[in-house]
T-cell receptor, first 114, second 112 residues
């Protein structure tokens, strides 16, 4: 399909393990965003890429969170030494280079830390 | 942190009725967007209204924006069971790199 693809859809990890979440944006979309959504809440911004450049990482909750987009397409969000409070749905979105455009979301990765 | 509040938090109506959801925000905006989220899925964009617009329509959706009150409303007319979902408002900036700041959402249930 032509939408934003995220994998895995579900991830269960033990506390202290590292995890990597993948996002494949819509082809040609310059902007890529990561959001974190707690149960029953709206998504909260984590970080933003324009092509391969990470222009805003102000929403990352700690230095255990790291994101990259080395070739300006696929992005990976990595969480090191996971904690129980990291349990959430992680959503990726992409959009075009033009202003006032909607963001297109993937179905997210539901991360559960035991 | 969340941009603002949505009201009501939950709404239950019968098929065919209209549903109105409200959103308030705190800061100046360039645009306001409404998204729908079905359980276990990502967000689907419904409609975007710019800060210089007051009303916008798309099919059965009508969105209003009052920048003086920092509020917006989403009206879904002639609701269907398939409209059952969570609805979120989000404020955005002008550039393509502007993050979205979401409200806490309204859970809409349309009973057949």
């Amino acid at each position: 399909g032509a939408g934003v693809s995220q994998s895995p859809r579900y991830k269960v990890a033990k506390r202290g393990q590292d995890v990597a979440l993948r996002c494949d944006p819509i082809s040609g979309h310059v902007s890529l965003f990561w959001y974190q959504q707690a149960l029953g809440q709206g998504p909260e911004f984590l970080t933003y890429f324009q092509n391969e450049a990470q222009l805003d990482k102000s929403g990352l909750p700690s230095d255990r969170f790291f994101a990259e987009r080395p070739e300006g397409s696929v992005s990976t969000l990595k969480i090191q030494r996971t904690q129980q409070e990291d349990s959430a749905v992680y959503l990726c979105a992409s959009s075009t280079r033009y202003s006032n455009q909607p963001q297109h979301f993937g179905d997210g990765t539901r991360l559960s830390i035991l | 942190s969340q941009q603002g509040e949505e009201d009501p938090q939950a709404l239950s109506i019968q098929e065919g009725e209209n549903a109105t959801m409200n959103c308030s925000y705190k800061t100046s905006i360039n645009n306001l967007q409404w998204y729908r989220q079905n359980s276990g899925r990502g967000l689907v964009h419904l409609i975007l209204i710019r800060s210089n617009e007051r009303e916008k329509h798309s099919g059965r959706l009508r969105v209003t924006l009052d920048t003086s009150k920092k509020s917006s409303s989403l009206l879904i007319t002639a609701s269907r069971a398939a409209d059952t979902a969570s609805y979120f408002c989000a404020t955005g900036g002008e550039t393509s790199g502007s993050r979205l700041t979401f409200g806490e959402g309204t859970q809409l249930t349309v009973n057949p």
